[in-house]
T-cell receptor, first 109, second 116 residues
Framework: KQEVTQIPAALSVPEGENLVLNCSFT??????LQWFRQDPGKGLTSLLL?????REQTSGRLNASLDKSSGRSTLYIAASQPGDSATYLC????????FGSGTKLNVKP | DTAVSQTPKYLVTQMGNDKSIKCEQN?????MYWYKQDSKKFLKIMFS???????INETVPNRFSPKSPDKAHLNLHINSLELGDSAVYFC???????????????FGPGTRLLVL
Protein backbone atom coordinates (compact mmCIF):
# COMPACT_ATOMS: atom_id res chain seq x y z
CA LYS A 1 0.00 0.00 0.00
CA GLN A 2 1.26 3.45 -0.90
CA GLU A 3 2.24 5.68 2.01
CA VAL A 4 2.95 9.37 1.55
CA THR A 5 4.88 11.26 4.20
CA GLN A 6 5.56 14.95 4.45
CA ILE A 7 8.26 16.43 6.61
CA PRO A 8 8.24 18.75 8.45
CA ALA A 9 4.65 18.87 9.66
CA ALA A 10 5.02 22.58 10.34
CA LEU A 11 7.53 25.23 9.34
CA SER A 12 7.89 28.85 10.33
CA VAL A 13 10.29 31.12 8.44
CA PRO A 14 10.91 34.85 8.12
CA GLU A 15 9.82 36.57 4.95
CA GLY A 16 12.33 36.40 2.10
CA GLU A 17 13.79 33.01 2.93
CA ASN A 18 14.07 30.24 0.40
CA LEU A 19 12.62 27.00 1.69
CA VAL A 20 12.13 23.36 0.79
CA LEU A 21 9.21 21.11 1.60
CA ASN A 22 9.68 17.37 1.42
CA CYS A 23 7.42 14.56 0.30
CA SER A 24 8.29 10.87 0.26
CA PHE A 25 6.33 7.90 -1.01
CA THR A 26 6.85 4.16 -0.65
CA UNK A 27 5.70 2.81 -4.02
CA UNK A 28 7.50 4.22 -7.05
CA UNK A 29 4.87 2.93 -9.50
CA UNK A 30 3.12 6.26 -9.90
CA UNK A 31 1.60 8.18 -12.79
CA UNK A 32 2.31 11.58 -11.38
CA LEU A 33 2.83 13.64 -8.27
CA GLN A 34 0.96 16.82 -7.49
CA TRP A 35 1.56 19.61 -5.03
CA PHE A 36 -1.46 21.39 -3.63
CA ARG A 37 -1.99 24.39 -1.42
CA GLN A 38 -4.78 24.48 1.15
CA ASP A 39 -5.74 27.71 2.86
CA PRO A 40 -7.58 27.59 6.20
CA GLY A 41 -11.25 26.83 5.71
CA LYS A 42 -10.85 26.56 1.96
CA GLY A 43 -10.36 23.94 -0.71
CA LEU A 44 -7.22 22.78 -2.40
CA THR A 45 -5.45 24.56 -5.22
CA SER A 46 -3.24 22.58 -7.54
CA LEU A 47 0.21 24.17 -7.75
CA LEU A 48 2.30 21.82 -9.85
CA LEU A 49 1.82 18.47 -11.53
CA UNK A 50 4.87 16.37 -12.38
CA UNK A 51 4.33 13.39 -14.64
CA UNK A 52 6.29 10.26 -13.77
CA UNK A 53 8.55 10.78 -16.79
CA UNK A 54 9.49 14.29 -15.70
CA ARG A 55 12.12 15.43 -13.20
CA GLU A 56 10.79 18.85 -12.31
CA GLN A 57 8.21 21.53 -12.94
CA THR A 58 8.40 25.26 -12.34
CA SER A 59 5.75 27.89 -11.83
CA GLY A 60 6.83 31.36 -10.79
CA ARG A 61 8.65 31.12 -7.46
CA LEU A 62 7.80 27.44 -7.11
CA ASN A 63 9.89 24.55 -8.31
CA ALA A 64 8.97 20.93 -7.71
CA SER A 65 11.30 18.02 -8.33
CA LEU A 66 10.59 14.32 -8.57
CA ASP A 67 12.96 11.42 -8.00
CA LYS A 68 10.79 8.39 -8.59
CA SER A 69 13.48 5.84 -7.91
CA SER A 70 14.10 7.14 -4.40
CA GLY A 71 10.44 7.96 -3.78
CA ARG A 72 11.00 11.64 -3.12
CA SER A 73 9.74 15.00 -4.20
CA THR A 74 10.62 18.47 -3.04
CA LEU A 75 8.79 21.75 -3.38
CA TYR A 76 11.15 24.71 -3.43
CA ILE A 77 9.70 28.13 -2.67
CA ALA A 78 11.96 31.06 -3.47
CA ALA A 79 11.82 34.39 -1.67
CA SER A 80 8.92 33.39 0.57
CA GLN A 81 6.15 35.89 1.28
CA PRO A 82 3.50 36.07 4.04
CA GLY A 83 0.92 35.22 1.38
CA ASP A 84 2.60 31.84 0.98
CA SER A 85 1.38 30.86 4.44
CA ALA A 86 -0.83 27.81 3.99
CA THR A 87 -0.74 24.03 4.23
CA TYR A 88 1.06 22.34 1.35
CA LEU A 89 -0.02 18.84 0.41
CA CYS A 90 1.58 16.40 -1.95
CA UNK A 91 -0.36 13.60 -3.59
CA UNK A 92 0.76 10.69 -5.71
CA UNK A 93 -1.39 8.91 -8.24
CA UNK A 94 -1.14 5.34 -9.33
CA UNK A 95 -4.12 3.06 -9.32
CA UNK A 96 -5.28 5.17 -6.41
CA UNK A 97 -4.68 8.68 -5.21
CA UNK A 98 -2.82 9.16 -1.93
CA PHE A 99 -2.30 12.40 -0.06
CA GLY A 100 0.30 13.25 2.53
CA SER A 101 -0.84 14.95 5.72
CA GLY A 102 0.72 18.24 4.67
CA THR A 103 3.27 20.78 5.84
CA LYS A 104 1.82 23.85 7.51
CA LEU A 105 3.90 26.83 6.46
CA ASN A 106 3.95 30.16 8.26
CA VAL A 107 5.91 32.99 6.68
CA LYS A 108 6.41 35.81 9.16
CA PRO A 109 6.52 39.41 7.95
CA ASP B 1 -17.00 32.14 -11.92
CA THR B 2 -16.46 29.33 -9.46
CA ALA B 3 -14.96 26.28 -11.18
CA VAL B 4 -16.03 23.64 -8.64
CA SER B 5 -18.76 24.60 -6.20
CA GLN B 6 -20.25 22.76 -3.25
CA THR B 7 -23.34 23.38 -1.16
CA PRO B 8 -23.79 23.75 1.68
CA LYS B 9 -20.51 25.13 3.00
CA TYR B 10 -21.39 24.17 6.57
CA LEU B 11 -23.72 21.46 7.77
CA VAL B 12 -24.58 20.78 11.41
CA THR B 13 -26.99 17.96 12.08
CA GLN B 14 -28.05 15.35 14.60
CA MET B 15 -27.04 11.70 14.61
CA GLY B 16 -29.37 9.51 12.63
CA ASN B 17 -30.40 12.20 10.15
CA ASP B 18 -30.05 11.92 6.37
CA LYS B 19 -28.31 14.72 4.51
CA SER B 20 -27.05 15.56 1.03
CA ILE B 21 -24.12 17.59 -0.24
CA LYS B 22 -24.18 18.91 -3.78
CA CYS B 23 -21.28 19.49 -6.16
CA GLU B 24 -21.19 21.16 -9.53
CA GLN B 25 -18.31 21.89 -11.91
CA ASN B 26 -18.32 24.18 -14.92
CA UNK B 27 -14.92 23.15 -16.27
CA UNK B 28 -16.27 20.70 -18.81
CA UNK B 29 -14.51 17.82 -17.04
CA UNK B 30 -15.80 14.31 -17.36
CA UNK B 31 -14.60 12.92 -14.05
CA MET B 32 -15.65 13.95 -10.55
CA TYR B 33 -14.56 12.81 -7.11
CA TRP B 34 -15.56 12.93 -3.47
CA TYR B 35 -12.88 13.07 -0.77
CA LYS B 36 -13.10 13.03 3.00
CA GLN B 37 -10.61 15.00 5.10
CA ASP B 38 -10.50 13.84 8.69
CA SER B 39 -9.41 15.68 11.81
CA LYS B 40 -5.77 14.78 11.16
CA LYS B 41 -6.02 16.48 7.77
CA PHE B 42 -5.62 13.26 5.76
CA LEU B 43 -7.55 13.35 2.51
CA LYS B 44 -9.00 10.06 1.34
CA ILE B 45 -10.78 9.27 -1.89
CA MET B 46 -14.33 8.02 -1.46
CA PHE B 47 -15.83 7.84 -4.94
CA SER B 48 -15.11 8.78 -8.51
CA UNK B 49 -17.53 9.08 -11.42
CA UNK B 50 -16.73 9.35 -15.11
CA UNK B 51 -19.55 10.49 -17.38
CA UNK B 52 -22.14 9.59 -14.75
CA UNK B 53 -20.70 6.13 -14.19
CA UNK B 54 -19.05 4.98 -10.98
CA UNK B 55 -15.40 4.09 -11.61
CA ILE B 56 -13.92 4.16 -8.13
CA ASN B 57 -15.62 3.11 -4.92
CA GLU B 58 -13.33 2.88 -1.95
CA THR B 59 -14.24 1.07 1.24
CA VAL B 60 -16.98 3.43 2.28
CA PRO B 61 -20.06 2.48 4.36
CA ASN B 62 -23.09 1.95 2.17
CA ARG B 63 -24.76 4.76 4.10
CA PHE B 64 -22.89 6.97 1.64
CA SER B 65 -24.44 7.01 -1.81
CA PRO B 66 -23.16 9.21 -4.63
CA LYS B 67 -25.49 10.28 -7.40
CA SER B 68 -24.46 11.81 -10.71
CA PRO B 69 -27.41 13.17 -12.73
CA ASP B 70 -25.01 14.44 -15.41
CA LYS B 71 -21.28 14.78 -15.83
CA ALA B 72 -21.25 18.28 -14.32
CA HIS B 73 -22.85 17.21 -11.03
CA LEU B 74 -21.93 14.68 -8.37
CA ASN B 75 -24.00 14.72 -5.21
CA LEU B 76 -23.31 12.81 -2.01
CA HIS B 77 -26.18 11.50 0.08
CA ILE B 78 -25.49 10.24 3.59
CA ASN B 79 -28.02 8.15 5.50
CA SER B 80 -28.20 7.63 9.25
CA LEU B 81 -25.40 10.04 10.06
CA GLU B 82 -22.93 9.01 12.76
CA LEU B 83 -20.55 11.01 14.92
CA GLY B 84 -17.58 9.64 12.98
CA ASP B 85 -18.93 11.16 9.78
CA SER B 86 -17.91 14.59 11.04
CA ALA B 87 -15.25 15.81 8.63
CA VAL B 88 -14.69 18.10 5.69
CA TYR B 89 -15.91 16.66 2.40
CA PHE B 90 -14.29 17.87 -0.80
CA CYS B 91 -15.53 17.50 -4.32
CA UNK B 92 -13.06 17.59 -7.21
CA UNK B 93 -13.06 17.23 -10.96
CA UNK B 94 -10.60 16.47 -13.73
CA UNK B 95 -10.35 15.18 -17.23
CA UNK B 96 -9.92 11.44 -17.46
CA UNK B 97 -6.44 10.36 -18.44
CA UNK B 98 -5.17 6.81 -18.67
CA UNK B 99 -6.06 6.47 -15.02
CA UNK B 100 -8.61 8.25 -12.95
CA UNK B 101 -5.91 10.34 -11.31
CA UNK B 102 -3.63 11.18 -14.17
CA UNK B 103 -4.85 14.68 -14.79
CA UNK B 104 -4.80 17.73 -12.54
CA UNK B 105 -7.69 17.77 -10.12
CA UNK B 106 -9.58 20.93 -9.27
CA PHE B 107 -11.13 21.04 -5.83
CA GLY B 108 -14.21 22.66 -4.44
CA PRO B 109 -14.11 24.72 -1.21
CA GLY B 110 -15.28 21.85 0.97
CA THR B 111 -18.34 21.15 3.09
CA ARG B 112 -17.76 21.09 6.83
CA LEU B 113 -20.05 18.49 8.34
CA LEU B 114 -20.56 18.29 12.09
CA VAL B 115 -22.70 15.51 13.48
CA LEU B 116 -23.91 16.06 17.04
Amino acid sequence: KQEVTQIPAALSVPEGENLVLNCSFTDSAIYNLQWFRQDPGKGLTSLLLIQSSQREQTSGRLNASLDKSSGRSTLYIAASQPGDSATYLCAVSGHKFYFGSGTKLNVKP
Amino acid sequence: DTAVSQTPKYLVTQMGNDKSIKCEQNLGHDTMYWYKQDSKKFLKIMFSYNNKELIINETVPNRFSPKSPDKAHLNLHINSLELGDSAVYFCASSQLGESAYQETQYFGPGTRLLVL
